[in-house]
Structures are given as structure tokens and as C-alpha cells.
């Protein structure tokens, strides 16, 4: 593919990744609804960073892989494609049927606290490296720098997600109704889960 083709192509299934509804959409939405826009936009900050943590250290260290071992790579490349294809196969044979948020939590004694606990959501999930091991290379085109091209698709899957954070504390009711229906979650889940065994395919045959 070339570049063009490579970032159009990243564009669509990260922006597809970043509004399916997760664990972050619940901590964003629950904190919005329950603490108030500012707190609910730390929590993002914090999910945000600890995403571009995951991406810078995973960019580089495939980078440096890809460019002394191609073999233990190509390991790495199906162990990548193994976990997408798992989580896809997951979101189309059981979608969830609704998207849990509790409102009934008292409120935090102070905004930072929220800065943190968003950003050891990512920190302390190793999933996340785990799913950019096999998301971030499929969109390297040929000839491009890996570790570089990594790290900026990471900094713009965190950008994407900010501002879809953004979006859904500017309108935490509105998106909520329609984020918590059930017919969108399973939709939403499949179309993903789908997205991801093409990634995963397409990783594993790719060189």
C-alpha cells in the first residue's frame, strides 16, 4: 500500500476501534454523568497517556525487532495476529447485550485522582501492548521507517480518542442513550469483532 493508502486504511479501523464502546467509554461516561466534564476529561488525558506509553514502547521495540530478527518478528507477527483474531471471534459470537454504567458511585475527593486511575487503566493492562503488537505494523507502508511510522499512528489513535472523549462529555446523555441500547452494542461488537479477524488475517499472511 502506499502511505496514502496505509493512513486512509488506519484512519478507518482505528476510528472504528475508538468508538466502540469499552471499559474507557464506561470510565469517560460514568465519570461525565457522576463528577461533572472536567474531572470525566482528566480521566481521559489519563487514559490517553497511558495509551501513547503502550504505543511509544511497543513502535519502538517492533521497530528494533523487525530490524535484527526477522524470525523472532514473524513469531511476534502471529502471536499479534493469534490475539486479534480472538478478540474478533469473541465480539461476533458474543456480542454483549449492554454496556454496564453505574451512577450510583459517591464522588472522588479530588480531580487528580481521576488523572491517574485513567491512566493506570492502560499501564496496568498489558492487553493494550499486546493488541498494538498486531494492530500498529499492518499499516507501515513499504520503505517507511517502522519504529517512526509506529509512534505517529500511536500519537493519532491517542489524538482520535481524545477527541471522541471530548465529544462524549460535551453530550454524556445523548450518547449514552444511544451507546447503552442494546441493539448498538451488539452491532457494534460484531462489526469490530469482523474488523479485527481481517486485521488478524491479513497480518498473518502479510511479510
Known amino acids: 500500500m502506499t502511505a496514502t493508502q496505509s493512513l486512509l486504511a488506519f484512519l478507518i479501523a482505528a476510528g472504528l476501534l475508538t468508538v466502540t464502546p469499552g471499559a474507557d467509554t464506561v470510565m469517560v461516561l460514568r465519570t461525565a454523568a457522576v463528577e461533572g466534564p472536567r474531572r470525566a476529561m482528566l480521566a481521559a488525558i489519563g487514559i490517553g497517556v497511558g495509551c501513547l506509553v503502550w504505543g511509544i514502547g511497543v513502535a519502538l521495540g517492533l521497530g528494533a525487532l523487525m530490524a535484527a530478527s526477522p524470525a523472532l518478528f514473524t513469531v511476534v507477527r502471529w502471536m499479534g495476529a493469534a490475539y486479534l ?105 460484531r462489526v469490530t469483532g469482523t474488523v479485527f479477524v481481517a486485521l488478524a488475517t491479513k497480518l498473518a499472511i502479510s511479510r
Open 85 to 189: 483474531a480472538w478478540i474478533g471471534a469473541r465480539l461476533i459470537l458474543r456480542p454483549r447485550n449492554r454496556l454496564d454504567i453505574d451512577d450510583t458511585q459517591g464522588a472522588s475527593t479530588g480531580g487528580l485522582i481521576w488523572l491517574r486511575r485513567g491512566l493506570a487503566t492502560n499501564l496496568l493492562n498489558p492487553k493494550i501492548g499486546i493488541f498494538y503488537i498486531g494492530f500498529l505494523p499492518q499499516f507501515v507502508p513499504a520503505a517507511y521507517p517502522a519504529a517512526g511510522t509506529m509512534l505517529s499512528l500511536a500519537g493519532l489513535h491517542v489524538a482520535m480518542g481524545l477527541l471522541w472523549f471530548a465529544l462524549l462529555i460535551g453530550a454524556t446523555l445523548p450518547l449514552r442513550r444511544i451507546l447503552t441500547r442494546r441493539a448498538v452494542v451488539r452491532t457494534m461488537d
